[in-house]
């Protein structure tokens, strides 16, 4: 949980593209290069969907990969903010925030990272993935949706499947998935890389403290300002030091040790 | 152009300051806004001790506004000279110390160890608290407590003190009368609106507090009404604050009786949005051939009486 204060930058940037990569997921590239150098994998962004009062606030976005001077965004529609951006076409412009947060904790002398994503929460893990790979890091990717046709696997590699209906992969959720793996593995060799909805991340947290595993989560919250000065973004603290941490700021990654998922 | 103003003897370089709790200690966005253009800074509300604040959910987005129960959370006053205060008194602009407690003995506390420290240009009161010793009551609610806070403070300070009035109450005017009477500067018009969302499916409020304070542009109206109603009764500077976007928005402050404005939510946004509304301020008073941007406080043309309206309601 460290609290480094890399500059943020407020810059407009074109789109290059948008696509519908699956079923209600979208992949929104944007030309964002001063972001694009100075972000790693774990880190976010907020952006303006819009110009008028709806919506109002910004919406954070995980980075979900870096290519040269642009970045990737993946998203689903949910309301407001992401049916606008859905609908954003070539040579139209944003204005974003960031690079925000801290970026995921990849030290470690672990070899097998273990990448945990539930719906959206694979968002971060084609840029994760890069990062990994060029540390010379064996990678297994475990991926949770409703169903089978919201499963992407773009840019991420080694990937095992779980749906809510069984149509691809385990029937049940990503952590009943990753559990199978793990049983009559040595637990040193791993390190867990988990995104996603609180309650999965919660399940998650509870296996990996229970097989001694490193865990490293990304949280997803309401987010007013995303910089540090609204308040608006707490998790619980494990440390008893202070009773909360900013998401924004201090995460959106931790150490699933340091923070108290309810 | 004239843009600077002053209360009680301290001057502000323009009209146009951040509000308390939406631009942190004014350290945490330095990279982004040269914060040297505002008006003046109002800081995070600070207490004794730190405090927590409540537990998440804290925001929740409403059409054109937004409500928040972020409880105070605030590193406590001590932090705050040691931590923040180095580096805002390095600024070259006036550094409003917002203070809220649960105890007027607190409210003292405060501000008397900040009056130690050099660097604060005045301080802000956020009344808008509750008052541990009276079951939880807020203070900003009752007249009597809000004029007796203010008269305690009064004999500890001569540097500017604002009070900051709730709009949760019938009539904001008396009370803005009562921190007049009591020896305030200035009143600061308006905290947030008590508001709430439902999370239908849930069947639960969003707020883990229940009710949360509304801001941001949907109280612009209610916020401008409440200026003009203590403008028709206080002499002292009015602070307008409550949904500012735009010069355009900050105009319409002036116009009705704000003396300068802040702007809070709209820092979330965008955190320039202050520098922005100055420079904005400056190029509308230009347009309007005036020579001071404080030619157009108060300067509503309006024939209707405030007694008038004040009977339609
Ligand atoms: C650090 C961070 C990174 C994120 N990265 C991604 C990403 O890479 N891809 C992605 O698709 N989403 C991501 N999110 C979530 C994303 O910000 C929200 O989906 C978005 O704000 C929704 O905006 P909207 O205007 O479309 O929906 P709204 O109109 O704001 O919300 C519609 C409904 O969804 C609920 N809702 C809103 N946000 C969330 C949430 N975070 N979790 C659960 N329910 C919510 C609301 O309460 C409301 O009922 C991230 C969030 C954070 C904090
Ligand atoms: C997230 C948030 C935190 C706030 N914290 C404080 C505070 O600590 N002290 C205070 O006096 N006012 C606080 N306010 C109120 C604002 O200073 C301002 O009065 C109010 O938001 C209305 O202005 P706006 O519509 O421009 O935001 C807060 C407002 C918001 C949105
Ligand atoms: S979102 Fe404002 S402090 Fe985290």
């Known amino acids: ?43 976010f962004i907020n952006i303006r969907c819009g110009e008028g009062c709806v919506p109002l606030l910004r919406r954070p976005f995980s980075i979900s990969r870096v290519d040269g001077e642009l970045i990737e965004l993946m998203f689903n529609v949910i309301g407001h ?35 945990v994503g539930g719906g959206l929460g694979i968002a971060p893990f084609p840029f994760l993935t890069d990062f990994l790979l060029k540390q010379k890091k064996e990678i ?36 009943d998935l990753l559990k199978k793996y793990l049983s009559g593995k040595p637990s040193k060799r791993h390190k867990i890389f988990g995104c996603g909805p609180t309650q999965m991340l919660k399940a998650l947290s509870e296996l990996a403290s229970a097989s001694s595993v490193d865990c490293e989560l990304s949280l997803e919250g309401d987010m007013a300002c995303g910089m540090g000065i609204c308040q608006g973004c707490p998790v619980e603290r494990a440390d008893g030091k202070k009773k909360y941490a900013l998401v924004c700021t201090e995460g959106p990654t931790f150490n699933s040790n340091d923070i108290i998922l309810r | 152009m004239i843009e600077s103003f002053s209360i009680r003897g301290v001057e ?59 409880g105070l959370a605030n590193i406590g006053v001590h932090a705050f000279i040691e931590e923040k205060l180095p580096y805002l008194r390095t600024l070259n602009t006036a550094i409003i110390a917002n203070i809220a407690a649960s105890s007027i003995q607190e409210y003292c506390d405060v501000l008397n160890l900040l009056e130690q420290q050099e660097g604060i240009a005045g301080y802000e009161i956020n009344i808008s608290c509750p008052n541990v010793k009276e079951g939880g009551l807020n203070f900003g609610t009752n007249c009597d407590m809000t004029r007796q806070i203010t008269a305690r403070l009064r004999p500890l300070t001569q540097k500017p003190l604002i009070m900051k009035l709730t709009p949760n109450v019938t009539h904001i005017s008396e009370f803005a009368r009562a921190v007049e009477e009591a ?91 202050g520098v922005k509304v100055a420079d904005g301020l400056r190029a509308f008073a230009e347009t309007q051939g005036l020579s001071d941007v404080g030619q157009l406080v108060r300067a509503m043309e309006s024939n209707i009486q405030f007694s008038v309206i004040q009977s339609w309601l």
């Open chain 1, 1 to 43: 949980m460290s609290n480094q204060h890399a500059p943020i930058i407020q810059t407009i940037v074109k789109v290059v593209d948008r696509r519908e990569i699956v079923d209600g997921i979208f992949n929104l590239i944007l030309q964002a290069p001063e972001i694009a150098y100075r972000s790693a994998p774990g880190q």
């Open chain 2, 183 to 273: 020896g305030a500067d200035a009143v600061s018009v308006i905290n947030t609106l008590i508001g709430m969302a439902v999370d239908i499916r849930a069947r639960k409020p969003k707020l883990s507090t229940v009710t949360g304070g509304l801001s941001g542009p949907a109280i612009k109206p209610i916020a401008l009404a409440k200026v003009y109603e203590v403008a028709q009764v206080v002499k002292i500077p009015i602070i307008g604050i409550g949904g500012i976007m735009t010069a355009e928005d900050a105009v319409e402050f002036l116009l009705v009786g704000a003396s300068a404005v802040q702007i809070g939510t709209a820092n979330f946004i965008d955190p320039a949005t």
């Open chain 1, 140 to 175: 297994v990717t475990f991926v949770g949706a409703r169903t089978g046709r919201q499963i992407s696997e773009r840019h991420m590699t080694n990937v095992h499947v779980a749906t809510d209906d069984g149509t691809r992969g385990l029937r049940g959720t990503v952590v």
């Open chain 1, 81 to 115: 903010g992401t049916r606008m951006l859905s609908s954003k076409r070539t040579e139209d412009t944003l204005d974003v925030l960031g690079p925000l947060g801290v970026p995921f904790g990849i030290a470690g002398d672990y070899e097998t990272a273990l990448l």
């Open chain 2, 12 to 70: 502000f370089r323009n009209r146009v300051l951040v509000a308390s709790g939406t631009f942190g200690y004014g350290d945490e966005v330095k990279d982004l806004v040269d914060v040297n253009e505002l008006g003046g800074i109002c800081t995070k509300s600070l207490s004794w001790k730190p405090r927590d604040g409540n537990p998440p959910r804290r925001i929740v987005e409403t059409p054109s506004g937004m409500l928040n129960s972020i």
